[in-house]
Every structure is written in C-alpha cells, then in structure tokens.
C-alpha cells in the first residue's frame, strides 16, 4: 500500500503562485500513475492533472498553461505548481496513486483558497 501526505495550501490572492506537495511512502515500487484531484464547495471531485511512471502528463483545460505537474523520484514526492491563480481555482486539493495492481491511494486533502 501507499500512503500519501499533502502540504503547501493556504491563502493567496488572484494571479498569485503557490506549490503543493505529495509525499509518497509505503510500496513506492507498485505506483503506476499519480495525480492531482480537486473539490471545491458543493460540486464534484475533478481530475486537475496527472503524470505516469514514464512523466507523461496530462491537464484540464481550465489549468493548462498555468498548472505544472512533475514527480521528483529521488524524493518520493510529486508537485503542482500553480500559477496565475484564479478565484475559480478554490477547493480543496487531493494527492492520487494508483498502483500496478489497481490499488487507489488518497491524501487527506490541502485546501487552496484564492481571494482578495
């Protein structure tokens, strides 16, 4: 199994940055694929970015340009860097993996919120 811990959420108003990351731990070996998940207040969880074992990745198209998705191995730790923040970017922001064996880990959760 892995177990998945996100940092890096907080306040930070319009067209500002912030990075989150995910730290990864566990049977790191078995991750097949890893993402960025999101769920603002009172809609669906959405897909926001992911990346595979090879460090093909792939966006909405409501973060592309902005959002950068990378893993750094060496550390067992994947990012998100998000860039030229919108106020439709609050919600709270999952880590995903998805094992070889289809096992599906989840974070607890950092919350983003992007306000004047």
């Known amino acids: 199994q892995v177990q998945l811990v996100e940092s890096g959420g907080g306040l930070v108003e319009p067209g500002g940055s912030l990075r989150l990351s995910c730290t990864a731990s566990?049977?790191?070996?078995?991750?097949?694929?890893m993402a960025w998940y999101r769920q603002a207040p009172g809609k669906q969880r959405e897909l926001v970015a992911d990346i595979n074992s090879g460090g093909t990745t792939d966006y909405v198209d409501s973060v592309k340009g902005r959002f950068t998705i990378s893993r750094d191995n060496a550390k067992n730790t994947m990012y998100l860097q998000m860039n030229s923040l919108k106020p439709e970017d609050t919600a709270v922001y999952y880590c995903y993996s998805r094992a070889i064996s289809g096992f599906r880990s989840w974070g607890q959760g950092t919350q983003v919120t992007v306000s004047s």
């Open positions: 566990g049977n790191l070996f078995d991750i097949a694929a």
